[in-house]
């Protein structure tokens, strides 16, 4: 029991032994036949970087980089001297993580990678605990509590070292990718910087990119699909954090009874109609366009070749727990890794046998950016049809032009300071503006103070 709950979350000392449950038996709440059936293949483009974001997050945890002891076959792609920075617990406080910045000029990309949950750090824990539903409104929807605190100590921190990044290399662009817990906060990270671009010396919002690995359900259905360009979930097969509702204080809470926990839930989801769950605005979801990787399938033995489906949905977006001997398994960076390796890997190999000229290839990215704009505006349409709280349709000159009005009329930018306290004392924290910005109601709720309503 004690092995099969620490492959929530990985350490490298064990991260190897061992191999997968190969059954592919799986028990479904709901239907069976999957909405993500419909969802369309990814290309070998816009899924290049996730393996190798993988490897980045598992650089993490390596005490030296230089003397790895737990590198994946074929090594973690980084070069020592592109390292700009490693912070441990130690130099958080447990506020946050450990983390990495690392300078990618092969693909010219500025990184910065999180790490998953420590089950022997109490305060990853706090941060998980730091959550009831609908304590934190953020950008017309709800977020978790925890994890925006978090991201808030990170970008408070490393404000100036990522601006400076971004000034000095102006075409390469800024990627935030963490897993499981370091996804929330990844997530968080993505929404803080986009909501304030201007602390990152006005940033292009097409250069922000993050990759939610295993994601946390961190944000409320209306903000997951408006950062849908912004903001990419990756999920392997049945894994159960992006799956279920339960709030992740009470995952972690029941951590050794979780397949109690994961039955129960099966059977809740499903006498609970869609349509009832779309509309509550406090339920929170996986973040972004999701990329669904598939290996295994229902009540088959064997894995398969892996197959990568992505889509920004609405409705059917992981709704119901799959009970399957994966579902903890599958939320595992190492397999993670693995199989997006093979999947980008065999989409490689069918670009090889289909000799695709150069232009072709130009074109066809050109043709993939115009469906995932249109996808994404369909989405945001869907949305507003679904009667989902606070969802509004894209304008007609550009998807996000509603929220970036938002950012015109908000507060100047010495009050929405989030550079480092470290630089300047007087200067507020961003954990300290948060929680300046928002009042108690009688139910003792946080909610945006009257005066900045007209900001949002």
Known sequence: MLKRALQFFPQPSFALSGDRFLSGISYISGPLVSIRETWGLATAEEFEPVPRLCRYILAVYEDDIRHPLWEPPGGYGINPDWLILRKTYEDTQGRAPSYIVYLDHEHADIVLAIRGLNLAKESDYQVLLDNKLGKRKFDGGYVHNGLLKAAGWVMDAECEVLKELVEEYPNYTLTFAGHSLGSGVAAMLALVVVRHRDKLGNIDRRRIRCYAIAPARCMSLNVAVRYADVINSVVLQDDFLPRTATPLEDIFKSLFCLPCLLCLRCMRDTCIPEEKMLKDPRRLYAPGRLYHIVERKPFRLGRFPPVVRTAVPVDGRFEHIVLSCNATSDHAIIWIEREARRAMDLMLEKDRIMEIPAEQRMERQETLAKEQSQEYKAALQRAVSLS?????????????????????????????????????????????????????????????????????
């Open 388 to 456: 989902v709280p606070h969802a509004y349709s894209p304008s007609k000159y550009g998807t996000f032009d509603e929220s970036e009005d938002g950012e015109k009329n908000s507060p100047s930018s010495s009050e929405w300071s989030v550079g480092s306290s470290g630089e300047n004392k007087n200067r507020e924290s961003w954990n300290e503006l948060i929680e300046r910005l928002f009042d108690k109601d009688e139910s003792r709720h946080r909610v945006l103070k009257k005066s900045l309503t007209n900001h949002w």
